[in-house]
């Protein structure tokens, strides 16, 4: 019983700091059924039994009022839920995403990378283009330049050119899309 104790009184801490069942401590306290509707002001071991009852917990939910107000409820439900309610208000941190190029890609190919760039800047993530170039293939920059600016034109309804495209040592070409 000790270690139920303890981990009720972190959950508090952690939840909210709601008091459930036995670490309610106040003589009398206001009492809301499961259904919602009001009970009236009884004895805690009178609301304690109501709540054994029902297979349902009595949870502290208003401890400044006076007398303190109750509520019968699934307590892990509850937790689960607040949880959930948590987690379900974090913001989506924007990402980059890189998609790689050649300059002799084919047409389906580069068809799928459209695509694949079109479902990164739907979900407001940054889109990184890079065309790289290998051996002999960097005496024809300007295949790669093309390509690079099929694909700019091919996602300019949804993206915008947050940096051009910049050449780096003669290996790559380097071109960074936002989501509009």
Known sequence: MALRRMDNQRDNREMGKQRVNESIRI?????????GVQLGILNTSEALALARQAGL????????????????????KFRYQQKKR???QHTHQSKLKEVRLRP???EHDIAVKINKA????????????????KGRESAHIDEGEKVL?????ELD??????SPPKQHAE????????PK
């Not at 739907?122 to 890079?130: E, G, L, R, Y």
């Not at 600016?149 to 034109?153: A, K, P, S, Y």
């Not at 309804?157 to 947050?162: L, P, Q």
């Open 157 to 162: 309804d949804i993206s915008k050119i947050e």
């Open 86 to 88: 948590l987690t379900k």
């Open 57 to 76: 917990d009595l949870v502290e939910v208003a401890s400044d009022s006076k007398p303190p107000v109750c509520r019968i409820m699934d307590y892990g």
């Open 171 to 178: 290996k790559r070409i380097i071109c960074t899309l936002a």
């Open 118 to 133: 079109r479902e990164f800047l739907s979900n407001k993530d940054k889109v990184q283009i890079t065309v790289s170039f």
């Open 27 to 35: 003589s009398q306290v206001r009492v809301i059924s499961a259904e």
């Open 104 to 106: 002799k890609i084919g």
């Open 149 to 153: 600016n099929h694909l700019i034109t």
